[in-house]
């Protein structure tokens, strides 16, 4: 019976991941993000900075907020004029995840796996995937445990950068 019992799990598992799919958000409700929940909705999605969803069955499990820039920010304050410069310049180079939540287990590692390869796919000019991350140990497990390798430790945020590993013809 929990031999049964784990498979099945094992089973819906893969079938979840399987069936996620990654969705650029307009709307979100920012009360729910854990991280930044004082960054209005209007800072997300303006100067080419994007939401993206990882949706499954009509629902979305996990949500992760991106900017753009050429420089890795240290501060929010930083990151909101790196990318709006950057995106005014047309010379994004870096693609910068400041929050990412989680409604389902799993679905916060599922999710940037998804925007690292969607990166790879469709977003040649983007050669680094570098976080602004606050200075927590969640954060810093989660990234660590995710395959990321810490950077740089700031005064109010710590920075962790995903490889991106485009195959070369």
């Known amino acids: 019976m929990e031999i049964k019992s784990f498979k099945d799990r094992v089973d819906n598992f893969f079938k979840w991941v399987k069936g996620t799919e990654l969705v650029l958000l307009k ?3 920012v ?3 854990p991280v930044r929940p004082h960054l209005d909705l209007n800072f997300r999605t303006s ?3 994007q939401i993206y969803g990882l949706a499954y069955d009509n ?3 996990g949500i992760v907020c991106v900017a753009m820039t050429d420089e890795i920010p240290h501060t929010e304050k930083e990151l909101e004029l790196m990318s709006k410069n950057s995106y005014l310049e047309e010379n994004s180079t870096i693609m910068i995840p400041y929050t990412v939540w989680s409604r389902k287990r799993g679905a916060g590692k599922e999710i940037m796996k998804k925007v690292i390869n969607h990166t790879i796919k469709n977003m040649p000019n983007i050669g680094k995937i570098v976080t602004l991350s606050p200075l927590t140990p ?3 497990h989660y990234h660590i445990r995710n395959g990321a390798q810490l950077i ?3 005064s109010e945020t710590q920075n962790f950068e995903y490889k991106l590993n ?3 013809d």
């Open 138 to 140: 969640m954060a810093t």
């Open 59 to 61: 629902n979305i499990e």
């Open 31 to 33: 009360d729910e993000d």
């Open 166 to 168: 485009r195959k070369q």
């Open 27 to 29: 709307d979100i409700n």
């Open 47 to 49: 100067y080419g900075r």
């Open 152 to 154: 740089s430790i700031n």
